[in-house]
């Protein structure tokens, strides 16, 4: 066997080891100095591995802590808030949140209204042009 044909065959047999690793489910580590091409091989087997159908079904522990978390959230009673957001011991918003949040609901509208104007009124005129120098009444 030639010197290059052993080398090879080495390589593939640590290819072979890294693929046993993974399918064994432990962590596997590529060898140190790989080719680009060697290194885009390992790639691979990790990724076929991860998108196994093995690695799509859940851990039991986690589906047993699932469980439990939505069975207790059942159990919980319904929270009857219609604005859960607010604080509880207050039913009602004052009136100055409701001017701070209507001045700023209005100073948005204001800036989108001055920002569509100010676009539209660069654009305008490259419209313009374009209609103009396809119009055949103009030509004349």
Same mark, same amino acid.
């Given at each position: 066997?030639?010197?290059?044909?052993?080398?090879?065959?080495?390589?593939?047999?640590?290819?072979?080891?890294?693929?046993?690793?993974?399918?064994?489910?432990?962590?596997?580590h590529p060898p140190g100095?790989?080719?680009?091409?060697?290194?885009?091989?390992?790639?691979?087997?990790?990724?076929?591995?991860?998108? %196994?159908?093995?690695?799509?079904?859940?851990?039991? @522990?986690? =589906? *047993? $802590?699932? #469980?439990?978390? !939505?069975?207790?959230?059942?159990?919980?009673?319904?929270?009857?808030?219609?604005?859960?957001?607010?604080?509880?011991?207050?039913?009602?918003? %004052?009136?100055?949140?409701?001017?701070?949040?209507? @001045?700023? =609901? *209005? $100073?948005? #509208?204001?800036? !989108?209204?001055?920002?569509?104007?100010?676009?539209?009124?660069?654009?305008?005129?490259?419209?313009?042009?374009?209609?103009?120098?396809?119009?055949?009444?103009?030509?004349?």
């Open positions: 066997m030639s010197r290059e044909d052993h080398e090879r065959f080495e390589a593939y047999l640590e290819l072979e080891r890294y693929i046993e690793e993974l399918q064994a489910g432990h962590i596997a100095e790989l080719t680009p091409a060697q290194a885009r091989i390992y790639r691979m087997a990790a990724l076929f591995r991860s998108a %196994s159908s093995e690695e799509a079904t859940p851990r039991p @522990a986690f =589906v *047993a $802590a699932l #469980l439990a978390h !939505l069975e207790q959230e059942r159990q919980q009673p319904l929270q009857t808030h219609l604005f859960p957001f607010l604080p509880q011991g207050r039913s009602h918003v %004052s009136r100055r949140a409701l001017l701070a949040g209507g @001045a700023a =609901v *209005a $100073a948005s #509208l204001v800036v !989108l209204l001055l920002s569509a104007s100010l676009f539209e009124a660069a654009i305008a005129p490259q419209e313009w042009r374009k209609y103009h120098a396809a119009c055949t009444d103009c030509a004349r």
